[in-house]
Nanobody, 124 residues
Framework: HVQLVESGGGLVQPGGSLRLSCAAS????????MGWFRQAPTKEREGVAS???????TYADSVKGRFTISKDNNKNILYLQMNSLKSEDYAMYYC???????????????????WGQGTQVTVS
């Protein structure tokens, strides 16, 4: 049984930082493409950052230079370090895992087999 559990969200002032974590069980993160997505109220869910199983990363233009995706394969945890947060980063953040890396740089959501329940990030 695969589970992805996000944590680390919260309330932060503009310019602040947060680190999100996604603890995976039932799968080995080193064998999957992993991604972070977010959904703001009234908006569609969008890709934020993703990591190929080989460790190469890609980011949405809106977060480049501010967010960093990483993972600890020993602990099976995916991270998203978020710096210089802006009000427009306010959203529910989800982690996801895909056993196929097709389209991983384009944040194709249908490729992702498993999703967490999300963690809320509020910038105010």
């Amino acid at each position: 049984h695969v589970q992805l559990v996000e944590s680390g969200g919260g309330l932060v002032q503009p310019g602040g930082s947060l680190r999100l974590s996604c603890a995976a069980s039932g799968l080995t993160t080193s064998n999957y493409c992993m991604g972070w997505f977010r959904q703001a109220p009234t908006k569609e869910r969008e890709g934020v950052a993703s990591m190929h199983r080989n460790g190469i990363t890609t980011y949405a233009d809106s977060v480049k230079g501010r967010f960093t995706i990483s993972k600890d394969n020993n602990k099976n945890i995916l991270y998203l370090q978020m710096n210089s947060l802006k009000s427009e980063d306010y959203a529910m953040y989800y982690c996801a895992a895909a056993d196929s890396c097709v389209g991983w740089t384009r944040f194709i959501q249908d490729v992702y087999n498993y999703w967490g329940q999300g963690t809320q990030v509020t910038v105010s």
